[in-house]
């Protein structure tokens, strides 16, 4: 007759936060030489050998890498960046209906394949993207975009 052990543990497993300060530690280790091979640091350190590999490849985590569904590049996010900017420079507040509009014509402008259509923001694409740039612009431009109807309806 067999028997069946369980064992419980009363600890979680370790955070994503966890495991990436780990790697990057592993990957200090790596470079001053206190390890031959990735392997060993990655026993050492108790991280998953293929995501230590990337980082000593020059993988960025997933918090520092760019998200695969944006549309604009950096350069073009800057672009409209500069555009808010001189809005505000000229106290016109950016609504949202301007800046898709300018984001669209940004994307049109890139776009270099004759074959397919530009790409374009979908009709709320802009809700995350544009709070952050507000919020880097400042509270008081985000709380006009956030009340872009009542604005409106201020400025008649």
């Given at each position: 007759m067999s028997q069946l052990i369980l064992f419980c543990t009363n600890t979680m497993p370790d955070s994503y936060q966890?495991?990436?300060?780990?790697?990057?530690?592993?990957?200090?280790?790596?470079?001053?030489e206190e390890f031959t091979t990735i392997k060993a640091a990655a026993q050492a350190f108790n991280v998953p050998y293929s995501r230590l590999y990337a980082?000593?490849?020059?993988?960025k985590n997933r918090s520092e890498r760019r998200a695969t569904n944006r549309r604009l590049s950096e350069a073009q996010e800057l672009a409209l960046c500069r555009y808010i900017d001189e809005l505000d420079k000229h106290d016109i507040p950016a609504t949202q209906k301007m800046v898709h509009k300018t984001a669209n014509s940004i994307l049109k402008e890139g776009h270099t394949d004759q074959i397919t259509s530009p790409p374009k923001l979908a009709k709320?694409?802009?809700n995350d993207s544009f709070n952050a740039i507000l919020s880097i612009e400042g509270e008081e431009n985000m709380l006009l975009?956030?009340?872009?109807?009542?604005?409106?309806?201020?400025?008649?």
């Open positions: 966890d495991i990436e300060a780990r790697i990057k530690h592993a990957v200090d280790a790596l470079k001053h980082r000593v490849e020059g993988r709320n694409g802009l975009m956030q009340n872009e109807s009542r604005h409106t309806t201020l400025m008649q």
